[in-house]
């Protein structure tokens, strides 16, 4: 009975400590590509930083110091200020 009690209080602190911030954490970042909006300021999982020319169904056009990028919107990050924050 004790080695059922201990095994359930570790799944529960696994729950808590690494499961469930997952899961908050894919939900904002879902939310915020859901939110791109012409205008805004994105950096990529590759770490390209643009700014939103045009947002389509799954994918964005950033332009770049470089030139325009047409990119899906899962490969968009975060915006340059939440990398500031962190």
């Known amino acids: 009975m004790q080695q059922i ?3 359930a209080l570790i799944l529960v602190v696994f729950y808590m400590f690494m499961i469930r911030p997952q899961m908050k954490k894919q939900k904002e970042l879902k939310k915020f590509r859901e939110n791109l909006k012409v205008g805004d300021k ?5 770490g390209i930083h643009g700014k939103i020319l045009e ?6 056009l ?4 470089s030139g325009k990028i047409r990119l899906e919107k899962s490969a968009v990050s975060n915006s340059p200020e939440d990398q500031l924050q962190k």
Do not use: F
């Open 5 to 7: 009690v201990m095994l």
């Open 42 to 46: 994105v950096v990529t999982i590759g």
């Open 62 to 65: 950033i332009a770049t110091d």
């Open 55 to 60: 947002v389509a169904e799954s994918t964005i």
